[in-house]
């Protein structure tokens, strides 16, 4: 089968598609054929090499972590799930490996009929990301979340799932991209210098953006408040950095809703290193994903 992956680390030119042997369902485990999978942002800091010594990444490194598809195996002891079902899901952290013609999920739901297969092939990532992060900044109804970088692929998702929540929802994004959170129930402002003069004040922040903390913390008043998914400079701010693997589909009672999975664009397989390059500028408004 195809598979997206990297041999060695460098810039976007060393990603491309490899002919592999397919994996298979485990105990608790589905296979699909995959119909369109997200990609996953911090996978390009993982091929520039900048994390070796920090994180182990034996190569070849399989890429992606979520993935929608139609279910084409069972392994034993799953239940609710049929040969033939058409769900979104995502893989292990430690297999990856959603960018490929097949993959195996630990974790999954339907595919909500008014998503069409690229919104459902970028939303688990989101979806589990923004309930992980809001749940542990545990803000309650009608108190105010600033999102830094809300107009991209998880920010756009963590939006909804806070108004959900009940939370007033400020959103950092540039000045073209602010009709876009005000459709999406946000009140938009730009990011950049001067944020804080801009929000003056903010019960928790979720960064999405990253390169903000000094300022973010100021907004927030503690940096226990604010939480990030794109700064490495978390813990010398004394701010928690997110990270793993909780419950993909917690937030799967949302899909009652008219959640929305903005895709910014779409990819072949092959076309694997122009996504990176795409991720890269961090001017997508949405998820990137690869149609199959």
């Given at each position: 089968?195809?598979?997206?992956?990297?041999?060695?680390?460098?810039?976007?030119?060393?990603?491309?598609?490899?002919?592999?042997?397919?994996?298979?369902?485990?105990?608790?485990?589905?296979?699909?054929?995959?119909?369109?999978?997200?990609?996953?942002?911090?996978?390009?800091?993982?091929?520039?090499?900048?994390?070796?010594?920090?994180?182990?990444?034996?190569?070849?490194?399989?890429?992606?972590?979520?993935?929608?598809?139609?279910?084409?195996?069972?392994?034993?002891?799953?239940?609710?799930?049929?040969?033939?079902?058409?769900?979104?899901?995502?893989?292990?952290?430690?297999?990856?490996?959603?960018?490929?013609?097949?993959?195996?999920?630990?974790?999954?739901?339907?595919?909500?009929?008014?998503?069409?297969?690229?919104?459902?092939?970028?939303?688990?990532?989101?979806?589990?990301?923004?309930a992980r992060v809001l749940d542990r900044?545990?803000?309650?109804?009608?108190?105010?979340?600033?999102?830094?970088?809300?107009?991209?692929?998880?920010?756009?998702?963590?939006?909804?799932?806070?108004?959900?929540?009940?939370?007033?929802?400020?959103?950092?994004?540039?000045?073209?991209?602010?009709?876009?959170?005000?459709?999406?129930?946000?009140?938009?402002?730009?990011?950049?210098?001067?944020?804080?003069?801009?929000?003056?004040?903010?019960?928790?922040?979720?960064?999405?953006?990253?390169?903000?903390?000094?300022?973010?913390?100021?907004?927030?008043?503690?940096?226990?408040?604010?939480?990030?998914?794109?700064?490495?400079?978390?813990?010398?701010?004394?701010?928690?950095?997110?990270?793993?693997?909780?419950?993909?589909?917690?937030?799967?009672?949302?899909?009652?809703?008219?959640?929305?999975?903005?895709?910014?664009?779409?990819?072949?397989?092959?076309?694997?290193?122009?996504?990176?390059?795409?991720?890269?500028?961090?001017?997508?408004?949405g998820r990137i994903v690869y149609l199959?």
């Amino acid at each position: 089968m195809r598979a997206v992956q990297f041999t060695e680390y460098g810039p976007p030119s060393v990603v491309h598609v490899d002919d592999i042997p397919e994996p298979h369902a485990g105990p608790g485990e589905i296979r699909i054929a995959v119909r369109a999978s997200g990609f996953s942002p911090g996978e390009t800091i993982v091929r520039s090499g900048r994390l070796q010594g920090v994180i182990a990444t034996p190569l070849p490194y399989r890429t992606g972590f979520d993935a929608a598809g139609v279910v084409d195996e069972i392994g034993a002891g799953v239940t609710g799930a049929a040969i033939g079902d058409a769900v979104f899901g995502m893989t292990a952290m430690s297999r990856r490996g959603a960018n490929a013609d097949f993959a195996v999920l630990v974790a999954w739901a339907p595919k909500p009929a008014a998503w069409n297969w690229a919104e459902a092939g970028g939303a688990t990532g989101p979806l589990e990301t923004s309930a992980r992060v809001l749940d542990r900044l545990a803000l309650g109804p009608g108190r105010t979340l600033l999102i830094n970088g809300a107009a991209g692929g998880t920010g756009a998702v963590a939006v909804q799932v806070a108004r959900a929540r009940g939370l007033r929802v400020i959103g950092t994004a540039s000045e073209a991209n602010h009709d876009f959170l005000r459709s999406l129930g946000a009140e938009p402002t730009t990011y950049g210098e001067g944020l804080p003069d801009r929000v003056k004040h903010a019960d928790g922040v979720f960064d999405c953006f990253g390169g903000a903390l000094p300022d973010l913390i100021a907004i927030a008043g503690d940096p226990a408040k604010v939480v990030t998914i794109a700064d490495f400079a978390a813990a010398e701010h004394g701010v928690h950095m997110s990270s793993g693997f909780s419950d993909p589909l917690a937030v799967h009672g949302l899909l009652h809703t008219d959640l929305r999975i903005p895709v910014a664009a779409t990819f072949a397989l092959e076309e694997a290193a122009a996504a990176h390059e795409l991720s890269e500028t961090r001017h997508g408004r949405g998820r990137i994903v690869y149609l199959h």
